[in-house]
């Protein structure tokens, strides 16, 4: 089945910590993950995905296929990253999958 | 700016009475899809069209109809609202086949009395 895991609820960190905010998803094909976020009285908007390699607002995953996972990090957390996450799995055509999120607080 | 627009941003309803949420964009996108979203939890995807090719999901209830007149347009009909379909409902558009990054609207929030 495809399915796509973020095992936490709520992450709280205080600033200034590292943060990881973990997915961990299941498909048999060859997978297209991003994650989006959504901050406060905001829409959800794409932060990173996975085939660009690139660091956004600070932020990276790493696509682990042994593992299947795609865990969002930061080394240093700021207040404004302050949001919900959602870990997404493209599975081809136009179906994407997303995960139930991670509400991200920073705490001063 | 181009971007995804949804009216209204919350629409109340009453049991079994018909309603209509609109979409509508500016990026000039192929594609448009339309997903419920419950209380804490992960976006579901309903049905997406792909310029006029509308794609159900499996799961989607017959009670759910959607139509697109034009490309900057979509309209997500609930023929007979149940107290269950009280959900927030998320328009997103994506350029043709790259269907995993999306631009989404701002929502909808339905209740339903």
């Known amino acids: 089945a495809q399915r796509v895991t973020q095992p936490e609820k709520l992450l709280s960190v205080f600033k200034g910590a590292p943060v990881e905010l973990k997915c961990n998803y299941s498909y048999s094909g060859s997978p297209e993950l991003f994650w989006y976020v959504q901050y406060s009285r905001q829409r959800l908007q794409l932060l990173l995905r996975?085939?660009s390699r690139e660091s956004i607002k600070g932020f990276t995953a790493d696509l682990n296929k042994g593992e299947t996972s795609f865990h969002l990090k930061k080394p240093f957390a700021q207040e404004e990253d302050s949001a919900m996450y959602y870990c997404a799995l493209h599975t081809g055509g136009f179906k994407t999958i997303f995960g139930a999120g991670t509400r991200l607080f920073v705490k001063a | 700016d181009a971007m995804v627009i949804q009216n209204p941003r919350y629409q109340v309803t009453q049991f079994g009475k018909p309603v209509t949420l609109s979409c509508s964009q500016t990026l000039n996108h192929n594609v448009m899809y339309w997903y419920q979203q419950k209380s804490s939890q992960a976006p579901k995807l309903l049905f997406h069209y792909y310029d006029k090719d509308f794609n159900n999901e499996a799961d989607t209830p017959d009670n759910f109809q959607s139509r697109r007149p034009n490309t900057s347009f979509c309209f997500l009909d609930i023929r007979s609202p149940g107290l269950g379909d009280a959900a927030m409902y998320l328009c997103a558009t994506s350029r043709g086949m790259e269907g995993g990054e999306q631009y989404f609207g701002p929502g909808t929030r339905l209740t339903v009395t």
């Open positions: 996975h085939i």
